[in-house]
């Protein structure tokens, strides 16, 4: 579905195969030529459904002179190299965005990694192979592109008679970007902001230094900052109750870390252990993924709690046990 949200700009809703049935990518036309934010996902049928939106706008693949990518997710730049290839666009994303790419460009090494990372969360020999399977299958969806330049912090871009600037956004994913278009109050958020749920955070396994969400409580400041009229997400409807939607994340993360912090004691307990009782019988329901997710953002929240000086952190025999302080 391809749905006009400005003169000359453009929504494109494309398919996932996961339970978030969807995702936009947008395009902001300038006679002949495209930008495209985005791309999705690399699976069968979306590209054609984007050539067949490009189309309906008497434009094509070919038209696409620029790709700005929020982040390096597979739903965000699946398509990256496909389009390139075809379009000889040139890419453009953060410096940070792109070592996360490379990352997933070293399979031997990435695997090994998340072995390592999250055997000693507690996790199982089984279960590790499983979020193995999962991180195989991201990195088969996202291909490999040449990137033609890296944004900077203040960057103002022009293409046609719009300019846009790039605000860095850290938190859902290291090296997110929004971007924000001053004249019309236009915010692209990419998976910064979200309608329905809150976005998901995950740790850098590259990085434990990295704090997903202190990052991403600092980055919805900046944002909260600007004249924002409208927020087009990635996923879900825009947005225009802009600060409600904000003070509801907020206090989304400030009571999931109440609530795992008093599921401590002075028993020690694996980030493995805490996200299963956490999730409870609700597990029976969720495939690999959604556990993989889960795991992920319990040790987030575990992450800041330590840094908070609000538990400990141990480890016996190679392995990570939390405990209140």
Known sequence: MITEISD??????????????????YALIDGGRVALFD?????????????????????????????YLTHVHTDHCGMSGTIQEKSKARIHLSEVAHQVHAHFQKADYLIAQARLFYARHGMSARDVEAIVEEIEDMKSRIPQFAVNT????????????????????????????CFFFRDEGLLLAG????????????????????????????????????????IHPGHGNSLTSIDERIREIRT???????????????????????????IGAAAANWDDWEKFMALNETYVYLQELKHDGSIEENMMDSVLFYTAV
């Not at 067949?52 to 790709?67: C, M, N, V």
């Not at 991403?216 to 909260?224: D, G, H, P």
Request: net charge neutral.
């Open 39 to 67: 791309t999705g996902m690399h699976m069968p049928g979306a590209f054609e459904k984007l050539e067949a939106d490009l189309q309906s706008i008497g434009r094509s693949i070919e038209s696409i002179r620029d790709i």
């Open 150 to 177: 890296f944004f900077q912090k203040n960057d103002v871009i022009q293409f046609g008679n719009r300019s846009f600037e790039v605000i860095f956004t850290p938190g859902h994913a290291a090296g997110h970007v």
């Open 8 to 25: 000359s700009f453009y929504r494109i809703t494309l398919p996932m195969p996961f339970r978030l049935r969807h995702v936009h990518a």
């Open 191 to 230: 998976d910064h902001v979200l309608p329905y749920i809150a976005p998901s955070l995950s740790p850098n396994i590259y990085d434990e230094i990295f704090q997903p969400l202190k990052s991403y409580l600092e980055s919805l400041t900046v944002i909260e900052k600007l004249p924002i009229n409208t």
């Open 252 to 278: 989304h993360h400030a009571l999931k870390k109440e609530v795992l912090l008093k599921s401590l004691s002075n028993r020690p307990k694996t980030t493995y252990t805490i996200c299963s009782e956490m």
